[in-house]
């Protein structure tokens, strides 16, 4: 049976991927951070954000076939407003916490010489996001990060892959207008559920 471990996965998008993945007959191992979970899959509680937790875990638990970094957050700031603490909070949940776990795992995958690395970005970080700003960088960085590693990893039979999703139906997007959504809908296309995101990220796993 295929492992497979998913960060930030206690709710939306992560635990739909979850229960994808357990479908599609996989063993699910999921992190949380501020939500408990329901039961349904092995959980730890794991502060992405610090690489002492991530690195306690890869000792904790043997690696899995793929890695999926979901785990992270979102915040509508114009720039004047953005402080030095939502910054760091910004990069440090979106994008060092998925190389933090990259970091830990890649080796593993490496020495065995194969391994799957899944990464939730958005498509702000890859089109302009109004008064996300921050939110849009850490995005960005996120698929830099994983075209880069995925150069470094493949030719070692790992391979490191990505998705960046419109506006999903989650916390991140409840605040979100009427006239928010439309033009979302317009520009984008129409606002997505999680469980169609969780397919997305199961056929790369294909």
């Known amino acids: 049976m295929k ?13 739909a991927i979850a229960d994808a993945f357990a479908a599609a007959g996989y063993d699910v191992t999921i992190t949380y951070l501020n939500t ?4 349904k899959y092995k959980a730890y509680h794991v502060d992405g954000r610090n690489s002492a937790a991530v690195e306690k875990l890869a000792e904790e638990i043997p690696c899995p076939d793929v890695l999926i970094n979901n785990a992270g957050i979102s915040q509508i700031k114009q720039i004047q407003d953005i402080t030095d ?12 916490s998925a190389f933090y776990f ?12 194969s391994g799957l690395i899944i990464n939730v970005s958005s498509i702000w970080g890859e089109e302009a996001a109004s008064c996300e700003s921050h939110y ?3 995005k960005a960085g996120l698929i ?13 039979g790992v391979r490191v892959k990505y998705i960046a999703p419109s506006a999903v139906e989650t916390d991140m997007i409840k605040h979100y207008t009427k ?7 317009k520009e984008l296309g129409k606002i997505k559920t999680p469980a169609e995101v969780a397919n997305e990220v199961l056929r790369l796993a294909e």
């Open 85 to 96: 603490s939502d910054w760091r909070n910004m990069i440090d949940s979106n994008l060092s």
């Open 3 to 15: 492992t497979v471990l998913i960060t930030g996965a206690a709710k939306g998008i992560g635990a």
């Open 36 to 39: 408990k979970p329901q039961g």
């Open 144 to 156: 830099a990060l994983s075209k880069s590693l995925d150069a470094e990893l493949s030719p070692s």
């Open 179 to 185: 006239e928010d959504r439309e033009i979302i809908e």
């Open 102 to 113: 990259m970091r830990a795992f890649a080796p593993k995958m490496i020495s065995r010489r």
């Open 136 to 138: 849009a960088a850490s």
